[in-house]
């Protein structure tokens, strides 16, 4: 990261986002899944595709896969990434605890204190709600795996 | 470092004018404001002009016998003149107050919406835009075509950010009841050849209405030269407040079509079965109209005038020429739009590596630098050219060469950062 960027910008952009945009994980679309979501941020043209697979129903309904395929910036590249890290392998309710903690840290304008044994990765975009035009980006993911899931969920009932 | 381009206004002493310019921004770097496609800067004869019609002359128009009504009115209705003459109008009574240009569009739309004969637009009629267009000079026409089942038609674009007229005969048809264009585009810089397209439109009895946004603020704006029948733009891209817009009207038409919104000041008599209209421009500005901005507007259009719209195109041509040669010699740098300063406004869009422009613009802040990133509600324009979004610099009268300096570096700032 170049020596003479301000405080505030370092505050962004993170080592753990840069090294998340530079090599995402789970990126690019797989089989099998349960449905398939495309989400945008129409003010930037920021667009993402994703896929979600659970195992199960209602309380015992598991995140087995989630995979994804878009554009974007840096930080919503980077929060996807972190994004399917934390809600693959855990059950639907525990991973929609998580997505609310975020979407918790995000609407907290910089003032709230993020959870690291809740959040992990994804207490570095805690400087990213500071930039009100950015959070939108930072929240493209998360929304968009909430609505998948959402969607089966509703599917099986 | 100092530069001297041929045809450059003095700048030292037009941002003497400008209070924001001398502002400094995340720990003491000057403010580079290179997002003027979105909107100006205000000079202090513009405020001063806001400040002192609210501190002395504050009043209802057309309204009221007293003192104040009567400076108000002398004062909006004087900045009608003001507009009459910088465009060149044969008519105040053509030159119609709207909000914005996206209103002064909607309004023609909307015209033309209840249009009867020989204007109605229906089934097998069609409209005709092009694929540069913002959205405001796309969504009322779809809206349009979507109310009375006329078809929506468009120029393409080549690949090197021009209008594809190639087939403009098949564009532009005995079908097309109207043609709807950007003067110079917000996105790409594109300059129009709107010559050839009001002779098509015109041979075939369409009307041609002209989205002049990026045109009116920029260049010497003559209606009766572009011989189109509505011309749009708007004040705050031109020194002036928001909330004041401009719809350019030939008056038999603003006679003949029906008006939109319905209130006071449009009205000649009313019962309470039915009313009668007044006579344009005011059958079309229901309604108290923004009287401030509009005194504004009148305000940065002296301001423009005292140093020549010639003058001023001549500055941003030549800004635009050293811009373009400094951003090509960027590394990774591509320019989305014409890459010569030729037929061309002072907008340009790039894309930088594979960098997101939100990172890239994200990034130059910091440095103090403000330009423009996303689709510049030209979304279509994006799909064409293939990229999500662009960054884009675009100057004004009081940009500078060492403004293009700094963008140049700034850019190579964000390539160490994300490097």
Known sequence: ???????????????????????????????????????????????????????????????????????GCSISQASASVMTD????????????????????????????PDEDVLEDAVAFAGVSKFPARVKCALLGWMAWRDATTQVMEGQK | MTHTLPGLLDTDAIRKDFPVLSRTLHDGKPLVYLDNAATSQKPKQV????NRY???????????????????????????????????????????????????LNLVANMLTWADEPFRVGPGSDVVITEMEHHSNIVPWQLLCQRTGAKLKWFGL?????????NIEQVITEETKVVSVVHTSNILGTVNPLDAIVRRAHDVGALVVVDASQAAPHVPLDVQALEADFVAFTGHKMLAPTGIGV???RLGLLEELPPFLGGGEMIETVTMSASTYAPAPHKFEAGTPPIAQAVGLGAAIDYLNAIGMDKVAAHEHALTAYAIDALKSVEGLEIIGPDTALDRGA??????????????????????????????????????YGVPATTRASFYLYSTPGEVDALVAGLEHVRGFFG
């Open chain 2, 158 to 166: 080549t690949d090197d950010g021009r209008l594809d007229l190639s």
């Open chain 2, 347 to 384: 907008a340009i869009s790039f894309k930088f590596g594979d960098l997101h422009p939100h990172d890239v613009g994200q990034v130059l802040d910091e440095q103090g630098i403000a330009v423009r990133v996303g689709h510049h509600c030209a979304r279509p324009v994006c799909l064409r």
């Open chain 2, 54 to 104: 609210y501190e002395m002359h504050n009043a209802n128009v057309h309204r009221g016998v007293h003192v104040l009504a009567e400076e108000a009115t002398a004062l909006y209705e004087g900045a009608r003149d003001k507009v009459a003459e910088f465009i060149n109008a044969p008519s105040r009574d053509e030159v119609v107050f709207t909000k914005n240009s996206s209103e002064a």
């Open chain 2, 47 to 50: 405020l001063d002009a806001l």
């Open chain 1, 1 to 71: 990261m170049g020596a003479n960027a301000g405080m505030k910008l370092d505050s962004m952009y993170q080592e753990i986002i840069l090294d998340h945009y530079r090599n995402p994980h789970h990126k690019g679309l797989r089989d099998p899944f349960d449905t398939e979501v495309h989400h945008v941020n129409p003010t930037c043209g920021d667009e993402v595709t994703l896929r979600v697979k659970l195992d199960g129903t209602g309380a015992d309904a598991k995140v087995v896969d989630v995979s994804y395929e878009g554009h």
């Open chain 1, 86 to 113: 934390l809600v693959i392998g855990r059950t639907v309710v525990d991973a929609l605890k998580v997505q609310e903690e975020f979407l918790h840290l995000m609407q907290s304008k910089g003032q709230a204190e």
């Open chain 2, 247 to 249: 719809l350019w009207g």
